[in-house]
């Protein structure tokens, strides 16, 4: 039982992470009830074009430290392009179409976003490494921390801070709560939905390229599929916090996070349960 | 003159049923106009078409001289058409004050707002006492004085009220349309919509009776009261 506070604190990051993602579902789908299967790609494309820009555009061994900064601003601009073109032009065609139409459009922009980068990234066909920071981690007590680690325990707060502020205390928050609660009399209000639309997605966006970022920096590589996993456990983050409610998927990805590194850890101690794939499990 | 707004051969289709089949009508400015009409004649159709939330098929509105029917509805509470809708539509997640805020959303002048949301308590003071609280807790009609208020935030020059009192108790219903009385007072036009055809006559300088698309009796509001036919279909006398 000594690994409890270590198993708590892995945990928590990785639910800091699906929370950052679960956000954008929950964003979209509380004003267009659209569940964005795509977003997982929005993740994935933030982590290469945080890639690029340390690979392609930084001068070689540029320190991850100064870099990150850059590699963060980067993943936004590739995610936010890729997530308000295909806003553009997948989904707003459909606004007014029955509800299975988006969706199916949805899986088809995630699978040809994987195919696109899989087939134009250089050396995408396989996973790519993504820089690490070096040295050996923190010791608080018992519980280590990762150096790749601190980027989360300081950028997933700070954003859900950001976007409680941003939706509670401005006038375009406050347009974005009168348009997911009834588009129609927003309309009235002189609210420009379509606009709002596209904030939602773009803040979606900006969130998934955090953590895609930090994906990269815990795993140390990045690849075409890693939003498929990724996306699927936010889904349900966002799905458990009560879809629609931004502070619900944060909790829903912390939950879900903490119950997925307990589970791997002691259900294969559980007699018996070894037989049932053990480890495995954790992507149940 | 030429009228503050005015409807020619409004025509407005879902899909392949017409709901709206050539309306022609004028507001001017000050007065009070009211379309009754039963279940299904196409009133909440005919405003919603003038908000921009659902484009004619045919016909045009001219709002102070200008084409409406191209504009989307986002802009047309810029050139001072406000709109209560059916049913009120408070956003219900947030706060009274929010919603009211909501209604000011494109203006610019903060002083005037502030004012304005003074206004709106003094006029409905339950909604100063609760202003923090989430509008969905409000009873249906202090929902409909919010959504008034909320509608009247953009200081409209035309002000479209769409069945204020229904679902209302007798009580609630007298306050409500005592309301509409004082704005009328005050020199607001309105176009209102009303299944209560006594009270919205009794108020109206001009009426219009809708049925099934169609407008087929117009007059001012004491003519119709006094209108036989009127009496019988609408007013529940035989
Ligand atoms: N969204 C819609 N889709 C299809 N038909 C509709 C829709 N809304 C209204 N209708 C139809 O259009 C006609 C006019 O409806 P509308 O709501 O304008 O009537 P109304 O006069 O406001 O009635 P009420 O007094 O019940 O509010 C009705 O036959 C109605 O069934
Ligand atoms: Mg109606």
Same mark, same amino acid.
């Given at each position: ?49 945080? &890639? ?5 555009? +930084? ?8 870099? =990150?900064? +850059? ?31 988006? &969706? ?58 950001? +976007? ?67 996306? =699927? ?6 799905? &458990? ?14 939950? =879900? ?28 | ?29 000050? *007065? ?11 009133? %909440? ?97 202090? *929902? ?29 219903? *007298? ?12 020199? %607001? ?50």
């Amino acid at each position: 039982m000594h690994e409890l506070p270590q198993q708590l604190v892995n945990g928590l990051l990785l639910g800091s992470m699906y929370g950052l993602i679960a956000v954008g579902y929950t964003m979209v789908y509380g004003i267009i009830k659209l569940i964005n299967f795509a977003h997982g790609e929005i993740f994935m494309t933030g982590a290469f074009g945080a &890639l690029t820009i340390y690979t392609y555009i +930084l001068p070689n061994g540029t320190s991850l430290w100064i870099a =990150l900064p +850059l590699m963060i601003i980067g993943g936004m601009i590739v995610s936010i392009a890729v997530a308000v073109i295909t806003e553009r032009f997948a989904y707003r065609p459909l606004r007014n179409a029955p509800r299975l139409a988006p &969706l199916i459009t949805a899986i088809g922009v995630s699978l040809t976003l994987q195919q696109l980068v899989w087939a134009f990234y250089p050396g995408a066909k396989k996973e790519r490494l993504f820089p690490q920071f070096g040295g050996s981690g923190f010791h608080l007590g018992a519980v280590t921390i990762q150096p790749a680690d601190i980027f989360l325990i300081v950028a997933a707060p700070l954003s859900m801070v950001f +976007l409680a502020t941003f939706v509670m205390r401005t006038r375009t928050g406050r347009a974005m709560q009168a348009t997911a609660q009834d588009p129609d009399t927003a309309r009235l209000m002189g609210i420009d939905t379509e606009r709002i639309i596209v904030i939602a997605f773009a803040i979606g966006a900006a969130f998934a390229a955090i953590a895609g970022v930090s994906h990269g920096l815990r795993y140390g590589q990045v690849d075409f599929r890693m939003g498929f996993i990724a996306g =699927l456990k936010a889904f349900t983050a966002a799905v &458990l916090g009560g879809i629609g409610n931004i502070y619900g998927a944060m909790l829903g990805g912390l939950v =879900l996070g903490v119950a997925e590194s307990l589970a791997a850890t002691y259900i294969q101690h559980i007699p018996g349960m070894s037989h049932f794939g053990g480890g495995a499990w954790q992507d149940v | 003159m030429t009228a503050l707004l005015e409807v020619e051969d409004l025509r407005v289709a879902y899909g392949r049923i017409e709901a709206v089949k050539g309306i022609s009508f004028s507001v001017e400015a000050g *007065q009070v106009v009211t379309l009754i009409g039963i279940n299904g004649a196409g009133k %909440t159709t005919t405003l919603r078409t003038l908000s921009g939330l659902l484009k004619p098929v045919g016909g045009h509105i001219r709002f102070k001289g200008k084409p409406l029917d191209k504009v989307p509805a986002h802009k047309i509470v810029e050139l001072g058409l406000a709109h209560s809708p059916e049913g009120r539509h408070i956003f219900p997640r947030m706060t009274i004050e929010d919603n009211l805020r909501l209604g000011a959303y494109l203006r610019k002048d903060h002083e005037g707002i502030e004012k304005d949301v003074q206004h709106a308590y003094e006029r409905f003071p339950i909604l100063g006492e609760r202003r923090k609280q989430a509008a969905g807790t409000l009873s249906g009609g202090e *929902q409909q004085m919010l959504a008034m208020g909320r509608a009247l935030m953009s200081r409209p020059e035309l002000l479209m009220l769409d069945e204020p009192s229904m679902g209302l108790s007798p009580i609630m219903m *007298q306050k409500i349309m005592d309301t509409v009385a004082e704005l009328k007072a005050q020199g %607001t036009t309105i176009l209102l919509v009303e299944q209560n055809a006594q009270a919205a006559l009794a108020l109206a300088d001009h009426g219009h009776v809708m049925e099934v698309g169609r407008i087929v009796l117009s007059g001012t509001g004491q003519d119709l009261l006094h209108d036989e036919s009127v009496r019988k279909a609408y007013l529940g006398e035989d």
